[in-house]
C-alpha cells in the first residue's frame, strides 16, 4: 500500500503540484518545439527568461523537502517532471556560466566597439548629455541605432550630420535608415543586406526596410565587417481579444523572420572575420537567435555577469534584448553600460582583437 508523507500543505496542494509540473515540463517541450517556427509563440516567448529555471527549482525544491501531503510516488512525479523540464529550459534561462572564469582586462591595442540603441536618438534627452555621454565611451566603433525621432506615432528623419562630425572628428561615417555606424578605421564597403520590403531612396523606406547596416572596416590591412542591427519588435498596440491584434503580430514575425534569414545569409557567405551587434528585440529563450548562438561565438562568454541583461535599462533588467556575436575575433571584455537615463537599453561595450593578431590568443 503507498504510504502517504506528512507535509506542510494538504493533500490537494501536491495534486497541484503534480498538475504544475506536467503543465510546465508540457510548455518546456512545446516552447522548444515552436520558438522561433511558429508565429503565435511569440506571446509565451516573452516571459522572462529566468522562469525556465525558477518554476522548476521551485517544484523541485517543493517536492524534495516535502512541502505537501500525499502518496510518495506524487512528489517523485514532481521531481521527476521538474528535472527533465531543467533540462530542456537551462540554455533559455540566460545564465551565463562562463562568468566566473572572466578576468575583465583587455591588452593594449585591442578594438573598443560601443553598440547602443539610444531610444529616439536626443529627443527627449539634453543633446549636450547625449554627445558628451558617446564622446565619453572612446569606442573605435560606435553601432548606433534608432538614429530618428517618434513624432504623432510614427518616425521621423532626424540631421544630425553637422553635431555628429564635429563631435566625433577623423571618425568615418555610414548611415542606413535608423542606423548609424562611427569609425576609426577606414570604411572600404557598404554591401547591401537583402531586404524582407520594397526599398527605395526615401529616408521611411529605408527605416522600414535596412535593419542591418554592413560596413566593412579595414584593421591594420585586414578586413573586419561589423553589422548593426536593429530587429523589429514582435508587437505593436491592440488587445488579445482584438483580431487586429494578431493579424500585427503575424506581419511583425514575418518581418522578423525575413530580417533574421537575410542576416544569416549574408553572414555564412562573408568570410571575413565579423562582429553582429545590436538590438535584436530577443532574448535568450527565443529560438530566433538559435543559428547565432550555435555557428557564431556570443560575447557573453566574456561578461562576468551571471545573468547579463539589457532591458529595461531602469528598474529590474531581467530581458536581454541587446547580442553581440562574433567569429574570427577574439573578446577579452563584455558588459552592459548604464545609459544614464536616456534610453531604455543598456549599451554594449565590447573589447576585443583579430584572432590575426600577433600574440593574441583564444576562442573566437
Known amino acids: 500500500m503507498q504510504m502517504e508523507r506528512a ?15 506536467v503543465a510546465w515540463l508540457a510548455n518546456a517541450v512545446l516552447h522548444r518545439l515552436f520558438s522561433g517556427r511558429f508565429w503565435l509563440w511569440v506571446l509565451p516567448d516573452l516571459a522572462p527568461p ?26 517523485m512525479a514532481v521531481a521527476g517532471t521538474a528535472v527533465v523540464a531543467l533540462i530542456l529550459g537551462f540554455g533559455q534561462a540566460g545564465l551565463n556560466p ?18 547602443w540603441n539610444t531610444e529616439y536618438w536626443d529627443q527627449t534627452d539634453d543633446p549636450a548629455h547625449f554627445y558628451r555621454y558617446l564622446t565619453a565611451q572612446h569606442a573605435d566603433v560606435y553601432l548606433l541605432q534608432e538614429y530618428l ?47 524582407a520590403w520594397p526599398v527605395d531612396s526615401s529616408w521611411y523606406s529605408q527605416f522600414q526596410a535596412r535593419k542591418v547596416l554592413r560596413t566593412d572596416l579595414d584593421v591594420g590591412g585586414h578586413t573586419l565587417s561589423v553589422y548593426n542591427v536593429h530587429i523589429p519588435v514582435q508587437l505593436g498596440q491592440g488587445g488579445l481579444l482584438d483580431t487586429s491584434f494578431y493579424r500585427d503580430v503575424h506581419t511583425r514575425v514575418r518581418h522578423r523572420t525575413a530580417e533574421f534569414s537575410a542576416l544569416r545569409r549574408d553572414v555564412a557567405a562573408n568570410h571575413n572575420p565579423k562582429l553582429i551587434a545590436g538590438d535584436f528585440n530577443t ?9 547565432f548562438r550555435s555557428h557564431l561565438s556570443d560575447a557573453v562568454r566574456a561578461d562576468g555577469s551571471l545573468y547579463p541583461a539589457s532591458w ?14 562574433t567569429t574570427g575575433l577574439h573578446t577579452y571584455r563584455y558588459d552592459f553600460r548604464s545609459p544614464e537615463g536616456m534610453s531604455d537599453h543598456r549599451a554594449q561595450d565590447l573589447w576585443l582583437s583579430l584572432r590575426s593578431d600577433p600574440g593574441q590568443k583564444g576562442r573566437t
Open 98 to 115: 562562463r562568468a566566473l572564469a572572466v578576468s575583465g582586462r583587455a591588452p593594449a591595442g585591442a578594438l573598443h566597439i560601443v553598440s
Open 312 to 325: 529595461p535599462a531602469f528598474g529590474p533588467t531581467v530581458w536581454r534584448l541587446d547580442w553581440a556575436f
Open 149 to 195: 525621432n517618434w513624432v504623432n506615432n510614427g518616425p521621423q528623419p532626424v540631421d544630425d550630420l553637422t553635431r555628429l562630425r564635429k563631435e566625433f572628428p577623423g571618425y568615418q561615417m555610414a548611415i542606413s535608415g535608423e542606423l548609424v555606424t562611427l569609425s576609426r578605421y577606414p570604411i572600404i564597403a557598404t554591401p547591401p543586406i537583402a531586404t
Open 50 to 75: 529566468p522562469v525556465y529555471m525558477v518554476v522548476p527549482l521551485a517544484l523541485l525544491a517543493a517536492a524534495a523537502v516535502g512541502l505537501f501531503r500525499g502518496p510518495r510516488r506524487w512528489a
Open 283 to 291: 532574448t535568450p529563450s527565443m529560438g530566433d537567435v538559435s543559428w
Open 7 to 21: 507535509g506542510l500543505f494538504p493533500r490537494w496542494a501536491a495534486r497541484l503540484a503534480v498538475a504544475m509540473s
